[in-house]
């Protein structure tokens, strides 16, 4: 299946590692280009490097009010074009309720929350139809995970928001998409299983919760965002998409 993909340009944020590198990935082998961005600059150019010379990385924090200018800059003057965006970024700090602080709120909120609103807007500002802004969310839009509350407040209300661009810019012709892994291999996953008293056991447990009776992989994950960004998926909008081995109880 041709996806459309040829010579299109996307940016994808925290794509040094984990999900959002294994949607560039499989952006860049369907023939995008791709802008890839993180926190630290040895990372970004290594990744950058890995993908190719359809790739170009730049070390930015979602946090930074400049961020987006600086990505979409980067897009349209490297490859003269800017078709799409996909905000990835780092998961908060794991606890519950009493264990978080004001400050790890405040932190999250600027990048998980913020930097993303900015990102899309500033995104929304730059494209023509058959553009697409796409969110890495997290299975705690639809139900609470145990341990994380942080991201259960956040990511809740970024699917909102992402529901009312999509509404917005539907006129437009512009698309507005979210991703939503379950349990990923990613090292951000083993970090939270790791948690407990004992990881191996832990990932039974999980395990044996979803019905593939597996975690997925990150290029299982990819190949689900890179379609979902692409002109293949031209009449999809508004939408929240599980990767999760079936993991979600609800239809």
Do not use: C
């Amino acid at each position: 299946m041709d996806l459309g993909l040829k010579d299109r340009v996307y940016v994808v944020t925290g794509a040094t590692r984990g999900l959002g590198n294994a949607t560039a990935r499989q952006l860049v082998a369907d023939g995008a280009k791709v802008v890839v961005s993180g926190r630290d600059e040895k990372s970004v150019a290594e990744a950058a490097a890995e993908l190719g010379p359809n790739a170009v990385g730049v070390a930015v924090d979602n946090a930074d009010p400049e961020a987006a200018a600086r990505l979409i800059g980067t897009a349209r003057e490297h490859f003269g074009r800017f078709n799409g965006v996909l905000i990835s970024v780092g998961g908060p700090p794991a606890g519950f309720v009493a264990d978080n602080t004001d400050e790890q709120w405040q932190t999250a909120f600027e990048s998980v929350f913020l930097g993303a609103v900015r990102l899309a807007r500033a995104a929304a500002a730059e494209m023509e139809a058959g553009g697409v802004i796409g969110f890495v969310l997290s299975g705690s839009v639809y139900e609470p995970i145990p341990g994380l509350t942080i991201s259960n407040g956040l990511r809740p209300g970024l699917a909102g928001f992402a529901k009312s661009l999509s509404d917005e810019l539907g006129p437009r012709g512009i698309r507005v998409v979210g991703v939503l892994p379950g349990r990923i291999d990613t090292d951000r996953v083993r970090q939270l299983d790791a948690l407990s008293a004992d990881p191996e056991a832990t990932r039974v447990a999980s395990e044996s919760r979803i019905p593939l009776r597996r975690y997925g992989t990150p290029e299982e994950f990819g190949r689900v965002a890179a379609f979902l960004m692409s002109p293949a998926a031209s009449y999809l909008t508004g939408v929240m998409v599980p990767v999760d081995g079936g993991a979600r109880h609800g239809f």
